[in-house]
């Protein structure tokens, strides 16, 4: 069955250091990934878009790579401040099925 | 302005009930959607309307009947409410379905079924 999977519930870090998301799936082949993020009592946000055929992006601070043989992207925040602190979801758009499919999110704390 | 609105944003009501969310997008949009989210943050899409007609329908109880006057609206009226329907209702919209384009979401509509 399909599945989308991020790394722990909860990730806490220090404010300066990098934080890295992961989000891993299996019995998908998405043509594009993307990135949102959520504040709590709020909606999502859309932070960045990958491509299957690309390896990175970047977008000041973010950094997202998309592995389609690992089935995995990465999602960093280098100097992390505590206003990253937020829900990050990765979202695989499969454009056969016609829909964005969401992970169930990781929460990251950055600790002044 | 708002890109995406939703409302109201906080109902509490009895279980049986029948409840109505509205929604509207001003941004231009052919695609709309209603997810839901849980109390563990799943956000799992429930409809998919493109241009006032239902293209996705992710096995939702019959309960929940969307509907789309324009394609700049999209409600979802939900009928006999049950404690198990307690959730985050998100409106969402975006140019094209399946494509990568961004999803924008309204701020949501939290239902409390008591």
């Known amino acids: 069955s399909q599945k989308i999977e991020q790394n722990s519930e909860a990730l806490n870090i220090q404010e300066g250091k990098t934080a890295t998301l992961t989000c891993n799936y299996t019995?998908?082949?998405?043509?594009?990934l993307q990135w949102y993020r959520q504040d709590p009592g709020r909606g999502p946000v859309f932070l960045l878009l990958?491509?299957?055929?690309?390896k990175e992006k970047r977008k000041e601070r973010l950094k997202v790579t998309f592995d389609t043989t690992l089935k995995q992207s990465l999602f960093h925040i280098t100097a992390s401040q505590p206003a990253d602190s937020a829900t990050y979801l990765c979202?695989?758009?499969?454009?056969?099925?016609?829909?964005?499919?969401f992970g169930d999110g990781t929460t990251l704390t950055v600790k002044p | 302005d708002t890109a995406v609105s939703q409302t109201p944003k906080y109902l509490v009501t009895q279980m049986g009930n029948d409840k109505s969310i509205k929604c509207e997008q001003n941004l231009g949009h052919d695609t709309m959607y209603w997810y839901k989210q849980d109390s563990k943050k799943f956000l799992k899409i429930m409809f998919s309307?493109?241009?006032?007609?239902?293209?996705i329908n992710e096995t939702v109880p019959n309960r929940f009947s969307p509907k789309s006057p324009d394609k700049a609206h999209l409600n979802l009226h939900i009928n006999s409410l049950e404690l198990g329907d307690s959730a985050v209702y998100f409106c969402a919209s975006s140019r094209q379905t399946g494509s990568g384009n961004t999803i924008y979401f309204g701020e949501g509509s939290w239902l409390t079924v008591v």
């Open positions: 990958i491509r299957e055929n690309e």
């Open positions: 019995n998908y082949s998405p043509a594009y």
């Open positions: 309307y493109n241009n006032k007609e239902l293209i």
């Open positions: 979202a695989l758009v499969a454009v056969e099925a016609g829909k964005s499919t």
